[in-house]
Every structure is written in structure tokens, then in C-alpha cells.
């Protein structure tokens, strides 16, 4: 449950600056570049909440096998989508991009923030909002797992 809680409290702060533009299925739909919150630590705090939920999930249901899955289809997913975003932040954010990609780790976050953080404000209607689909995705997921269980243990 530690890494299900990590990873929606990791989404929760991201599309509080990002707000729900985050679910775009264009590029262009975000506001601008975010460099504030967890975007100061790492570039796809996203991706990586969305992999920490995730990994909780296998690991709640007992399914271990599943994990060498998940990173095989985690990465295979989330590198070319991330090189077609960065392709794009590259072309409209030009050198204010570059410096923030030279500065801040794709995956993994840094104990630092960036020295640059953009004026973006967190919001928690916006961050609300926006994860209402996620927070009840996991409650139902984990609500199924606990009553499978509890059917197998009857």
C-alpha cells in the first residue's frame, strides 16, 4: 500500500501545477513549461507515480511475477512518448527547456530542487479534479483485490 500512497500523493502534486492538461492526448495542451513542485526533482513525476501505482498494485495482489512485466512495459510505453514530448518542449521551450533537461533526471528524482522554478501555484481543486478517475480507479482495484482475497481465504 506504501507505493500505491507514494505514487497517487506523487500525482497529486504534479497536476496540482500541471493541472489536468496532463491528460491531454496532444501536445500543446499544457500551459507551459513546469518547473516548480515535483518538476523541480524530476521531469515525469507523472510516469513515475503512474509506475509507483503500479508496482503497489502487484504487490497487494501477491502477483511478484508481474513486476519484470510491468518495467518491461513500463519503459517500452513511457520512452517513446517521452522522446515525442521532449522532442516537442525542445522545438516551443527552445534554451528554457535544455537547461531545465540538462539540470533535472528523467525517472529517478534529485535531493534538490531546480534552481529555476517556474511561477506555477499548486492548486488542490485543480489537483482534485483532475485525479478524481485515478482515485477512484485504485479504490476500486483495491476494493477487488481484498474481496478476492477474502473469497479465497473463505
Same mark, same amino acid.
Given at each position: 500500500? $506504501? %507505493?500505491?500512497a507514494?505514487?497517487? $500523493?506523487?500525482?497529486i502534486?504534479?497536476?496540482? +501545477?500541471?493541472?489536468? /492538461?496532463?491528460? !491531454? ?6 500551459r507551459d $513549461? &513546469? ?5 523541480g526533482?524530476?521531469?515525469n513525476?507523472? +510516469?513515475?507515480?503512474?509506475f509507483? #501505482?503500479?508496482?503497489?498494485?502487484? %504487490?497487494v ?6 513486476v519484470a512485466v510491468?518495467? &518491461?512495459g513500463y519503459?517500452f510505453?513511457? $520512452? ?5 514530448e ?5 522545438? =516551443?521551450?527552445?534554451?528554457v +527547456?535544455?537547461?531545465y533537461r @540538462?539540470?533535472?533526471?528523467?525517472f529517478i528524482p534529485? #535531493?534538490h /530542487?531546480?534552481? @529555476?522554478? /517556474? =511561477?506555477? @501555484? %499548486? =492548486?488542490w481543486?485543480? !489537483? #482534485?479534479k /483532475?485525479?478524481k478517475r485515478?482515485?477512484?480507479?485504485? &479504490?476500486?482495484?483495491?476494493?477487488l ?6 473469497? @479465497?481465504?473463505l
Amino acid at each position: 500500500m $506504501l %507505493f500505491i500512497a507514494i505514487g497517487e $500523493l506523487l500525482r497529486i502534486w504534479a497536476v496540482g +501545477y500541471a493541472g489536468a /492538461s496532463t491528460r !491531454a492526448r496532444t501536445l500543446g495542451a499544457a500551459r507551459d $513549461l &513546469v518547473t516548480t513542485g515535483p518538476y523541480g526533482y524530476v521531469r515525469n513525476p507523472l +510516469y513515475l507515480g503512474n509506475f509507483l #501505482l503500479s508496482l503497489g498494485v502487484c %504487490f497487494v495482489a501477491n502477483v511478484y511475477w508481474l513486476v519484470a512485466v510491468l518495467v &518491461v512495459g513500463y519503459f517500452f510505453q513511457y $520512452l517513446s512518448i517521452i522522446a515525442v514530448e521532449e522532442s516537442y518542449l525542445m522545438e =516551443s521551450c527552445g534554451p528554457v +527547456y535544455q537547461a531545465y533537461r @540538462d539540470r533535472v533526471p528523467r525517472f529517478i528524482p534529485q #535531493l534538490h /530542487s531546480y534552481p @529555476d522554478p /517556474s =511561477s506555477h @501555484d %499548486f =492548486s488542490w481543486t485543480r !489537483a #482534485l479534479k /483532475s485525479e478524481k478517475r485515478t482515485l477512484t480507479a485504485i &479504490v476500486c482495484v483495491i476494493g477487488l483485490i481484498f474481496v478476492r482475497q477474502t473469497v @479465497d481465504l473463505l
